[in-house]
């Protein structure tokens, strides 16, 4: 369970690191048949589609300047796509307008994968 811990952790600093000021962060669990959903929302600039596509691949970066600001390297996502599929999840990545979320579905029984 650490590494889930981990990998949720992931997202909220990435929500954190580039959420537009003064706006809030939404961190909804819903349970599913059979499963868990977790969704980390928040509003920032929006991620083009070409980039959402490749935006959980190890060192990829939205652009340069991103790793000055936040000190990351571009690992985070990564780290987050291979916890989850690890525990028989799925990780995805939406966003439109100002709106990103980073959707985690997890098998319920997850736990005993490990």
Known sequence: MDKLER??????????????????????????????????QNQGNPIPPEKLERIFEQFYRLDAARSSDTGGAGLGLAIAKEIVELHHGII??????KLIRFTI?????CQKIL
């Open 7 to 40: 990998a949720v952790d992931n997202l909220i600093r990435n929500a954190i690191n580039y959420s537009f000021p003064d706006t809030s962060i939404q961190f909804t669990l819903v349970p599913l048949a059979g499963s868990v959903q977790i969704c980390i």
């Open 105 to 109: 579905q997890l098998p319920l029984d």
């Open 92 to 97: 995805t990545a939406y966003s439109a307008d």
